[in-house]
């Protein structure tokens, strides 16, 4: 079950995408999200040092989307809300709000802007990759119930073998990204809603096609 501060990273993630889109759609550079290949989609320059210092610098929308949910996110980090903030209980093994310089205002200066939108290699941030990348394909359909639950599941597709579903969206939404991924992603299986979909899962296991 999705809730607490996960479902506000995957809601402020959903909205973050379809601003993106909107902007993007009225600025008449974008019909659909195969206008361009995913990973040629950048940020447009704005008037922030980190622009000016590095005028040849492309930012992909990927940075800029995981930029603003992590600022906003950390930013609201306090040391009285353990019990309350997910991603306070996920981080507090590895960081003392404590010891960030400046904080909160250090979410907004350049050495964290350089680090997000020009020094960290995708590679390094898979699940920022993936999150974005599904939901710029998704963005482009009609949202449904279960939007936000793709959008985090999706999350989970770097480290997943096979994924098995009776949702073909899903899984046409993890094809269109495959070919601007830079790692391994799930091997699809489609299945049938309901018991059928499960005598069907159950058959192509006991015929050795998915090893468990």
Request: charged fraction near 25%.
């Amino acid at each position: 079950m999705i809730e607490g501060d996960e479902l506000k990273l995957g809601r402020e993630l959903l909205i973050s995408q379809r601003e993106d889109f909107k902007r993007l759609a009225k600025e008449k550079r974008l019909v659909s999200h195969n206008s361009l290949p995913m990973d040629k989609w950048f940020l447009q320059p704005d008037e922030r040092s980190f622009f000016k210092q590095n005028e040849d610098v492309q930012v992909g929308l990927w940075r800029s989307v995981s930029e603003r949910i992590w600022a906003r996110r950390l930013s609201n980090i306090t040391t009285n809300t353990l019990g309350e903030n997910t991603f306070l209980q996920w981080l507090s093994p590895f960081l003392d709000v404590s010891k960030i310089p400046n904080y909160p205002n250090y979410f907004t200066n350049d050495d964290w802007i350089s680090f997000w939108y020009s020094e960290v290699k995708r590679e390094a941030l898979p699940r920022e990759w993936v999150r974005w990348s599904f939901g710029f394909a998704q963005a482009f359909r009609k949202p449904t119930g279960g939007s936000l639950g793709d959008q985090q599941l999706s999350s989970h597709f770097t480290e997943t073998d096979v994924i098995v579903t009776a949702d073909k969206a899903m899984l046409q939404k993890l094809e269109e990204i495959r070919p601007f991924t830079k790692f391994d992603l799930p091997i699809p299986f489609h299945v049938s809603a309901n018991m059928k979909g499960l005598k069907h899962l159950i058959e192509y296991i006991q015929n050795d096609n998915i090893i468990l």
